[in-house]
């Protein structure tokens, strides 16, 4: 999932700034799930700007808008002019994709935070990198790319205090989870291995896969 | 005699911490080291400690090689990527830096600049296969260098660990990838102290131990309280709320640290956190 946060109000309506008419977009997927840019959050939005001045000439949930086809089938459906500007509820690559398409310009209503898991009704963590060289196999499915506030791959730093991290006393040390985890699965041998650095030439951004030719990257 | 062959000899060491300014105005750290020279054997540089940015170790680390000190450079994973920290390397190696002891370091939300991206490109044990590469004439990537250096590795460890089993775990990877000589966090439990070191024995590390005098209850009860990692018994904090010259007090218990722990470690490491009249009071004592 990923985890996107409403930037505030006053910032969104300052980038509409002299555009008259909004075009409202929201994510049926992901931003739906963080009830940020979902059918609920769509009509607040639709109801502040209205109250700020601005007219909504078009608003709807696309199931995922960082899906290229739909996208373009959705915007093929709205007249633009040139006092409209398109307000994505959406995480970053579904602006990227709302941008690359439209002929008006796109402002995003989300900032993108992560990839992460959904506690609870609005409790989200974050537990994936995307760094493209998983490690998951040897830690137990704790992260420590992630999950550590330093990303370390041999053991804790002395920051490690009574499995706490020495950033935030509320979030637990990775590498204290992982310990607990292999000592529970009697894998503690699999801590003694080295790691070797991240092979960060894996994930060259902007990264591209296709199904024909395979990972782009260099491994 | 340099640290490397008095700690083979098996002779007792002493390091002070030195910290560069927080500007470019280096006398002042410089004359000071110079003033301890005839006590101390060594001087720990510290690399933006706390995630405070001040000047350069390598910097100060030269000055004091230039004056005929002998510095420890310490170097963190926090702010530069395996590229800078092997230039950097190198560079103290050029201009005639021994000893390094490197470090993850702290995040820099902890610092002056919270804002910073933390880098850690390498980890604390990555970091010490990088120089040991380089001790054999290659890069961590493996290309081969014009010459090999010749650092002398240390490392740091923490005897007071919340976790001991995942502590050693590390240590042990450190002391696989080349680190020789180990710093301990500081010292004001002696009897835990040994604990460890005696759990450790197997593994003939040289041990270097921390020792930080504390000088009014406030800092007492800050170490105790806000350093993670850091075990401070109530004793100690006790004398020194009782007391009439906490730094009197303060210095005596790092005497008598001193006294109980020096069978079990192979030098002293001395910080002062900015106070230097302590450090010269206690190297007199030494």
Not at chain 1, 25 to 32: E, K, L, S
Not at chain 2, 90 to 95: D, I, M, R, Y
Not at chain 2, 110 to 115: A, E, L, Y
Request: hydrophobic fraction near 35%.
């Amino acid at each position: 999932m990923i985890i996107t946060r409403s930037r505030d109000y006053k910032t969104i309506l300052n980038d509409i700034g002299k555009f008259r008419n909004v075009i409202l977009i929201g994510c049926g997927r992901c931003a739906t799930s963080c009830r940020t840019g979902g059918i609920e959050q769509i009509e607040v939005m639709r109801q502040k700007l209205i109250h700020s001045g601005k007219k909504i000439i078009y608003s709807n949930v696309i199931e995922a808008p960082c899906d290229e086809r739909l996208v373009r089938a959705e915007l093929r459906k709205i007249s633009f002019t040139s006092d409209d500007v398109i307000l994505s509820m959406t995480c970053g690559s579904g602006t990227s994709v709302l941008s690359d398409l439209s002929s008006v310009p796109v402002i995003s209503a989300l900032d993108t935070m992560f990839l992460g898991a959904i506690k609870r009704i609005g409790v989200y963590e974050e537990r994936c990198t995307m760094c493209g060289d998983c490690v998951l196999d040897r830690t137990m499915g704790i992260c420590p790319v992630t999950r550590c506030s330093k990303g370390l791959l041999n053991g804790p730093c002395g920051g490690s205090c009574n499995g706490k991290c020495e950033v935030d006393q509320e979030r637990d040390c990775a590498w204290n989870l992982i310990y607990e985890n292999l000592k529970k699965f009697d894998r503690l041998d699999l801590l003694e291995d080295y790691f070797q650095p991240k092979n960060f030439s894996r994930i060259i951004r902007p990264q591209k896969i296709t199904d024909k030719d395979g990972y782009k990257g260099k491994t | 005699m340099d640290i490397r062959e008095k700690l083979d000899k098996d002779k007792f060491i002493v390091t002070c911490e030195i910290t560069p300014p927080k500007g470019t105005d280096i006398l002042h750290a410089v004359k000071f080291a110079e003033k301890l020279k005839l006590k101390a054997d060594a001087f720990n540089v510290t690399d933006n400690q706390r995630s405070v940015m001040r000047l350069s170790s390598l910097a100060l680390s030269v000055a004091l090689k230039q004056r005929g000190l002998e510095p420890i450079m310490q170097v963190t994973c926090r702010d530069r990527n395996r590229l800078a920290i092997q230039s950097d390397l190198l560079g103290a190696k050029a201009l005639g830096v021994a000893n390094i002891l490197a470090l993850t370091g702290d995040h820099p939300s902890s610092g002056d600049h919270p804002q910073a991206k933390p880098v850690f490109d390498l980890d604390s044990v990555q970091l010490i296969e990088t120089i040991s590469m380089l001790n054999t004439g290659h890069t961590l990537s493996g290309y081969k260098l014009s010459a090999p250096t010749n650092f002398f590795i240390g490392a740091v460890l923490n005897p007071f660990s919340s976790n001991p089993d995942l502590e050693i775990i590390k240590l042990k990877k450190k002391s696989e990838h080349g680190a020789l000589f180990f710093q301990t966090q500081v010292v004001y439990d002696p009897a835990g102290y040994i604990e460890f070191i005696k759990k450790i024995k197997h593994l003939n590390l040289k041990i270097i131990a921390g020792v930080m005098p504390v000088r009014s209850i406030k800092m007492a009860e800050f170490i105790s309280k806000k350093i993670p990692g850091i075990k401070m018994p109530e004793s100690i904090i006790e004398e020194i709320r009782s007391s009439s010259d906490p730094h009197e007090t303060g210095k005596k218990q790092v005497l008598k640290i001193i006294e109980k722990i020096r069978p079990y470690c192979d030098g002293v490491h001395i910080i002062s956190s900015g106070c230097e009249k302590v450090i010269m009071e206690l190297l007199e004592a030494l």
